[in-house]
């Protein structure tokens, strides 16, 4: 997914993932949105990769593909 934001600077890039942790005014947001992404992600021995510039952040998703014997 990619959007047009602002970006994430790089000295939170660390803690986006923190539960709770959130750069919106009171009220806006709890900062759970991306702790439960990570939680479900890593569940699924997976992994999310962010790439962020001003005027462009991609978050990518990667998930294993498990192949069943039939």
């Known amino acids: 997914m990619t959007d047009s934001g602002q970006g ?8 986006i993932f923190e539960p709770f942790f959130t750069t919106k005014i009171a009220g806006e ?32 998703v990667l998930l294993p593909i498990e192949q069943q014997e039939h």
């Open 8 to 15: 994430i600077p790089d000295d939170i890039k660390s803690r």
């Open 29 to 60: 947001g709890s900062g759970l949105g991306l702790d439960i992404v990570k939680k479900v992600i890593d569940k699924h021995h997976g992994r999310i990769e962010i790439d962020s510039q001003p005027g462009r952040t991609t978050f990518t």
